[in-house]
């Protein structure tokens, strides 16, 4: 499992960036969610690495 934090804004990204971190439900700064450890979760974090902190929980 991993347990992701919204760390910076998503103001000013790209409207697929933001959907992304909805689907991680991810919304405002401070917002953590655990997710599970496969590629589909991969890839999303991969996606927005530089707006999350990721940790393995």
Do not use: R
């Amino acid at each position: 499992m991993k347990k992701i934090t919204l760390v910076k804004s998503l103001i000013g990204c790209k409207k697929d960036q933001i959907a992304t971190a909805y689907s991680l439900g991810l919304k405002k700064i401070g917002d953590v969610t655990t997710q599970p450890d496969n590629a589909g979760t991969a890839g999303k974090i991969h996606k927005i690495t530089h707006l999350i902190k990721v940790e393995e929980a």
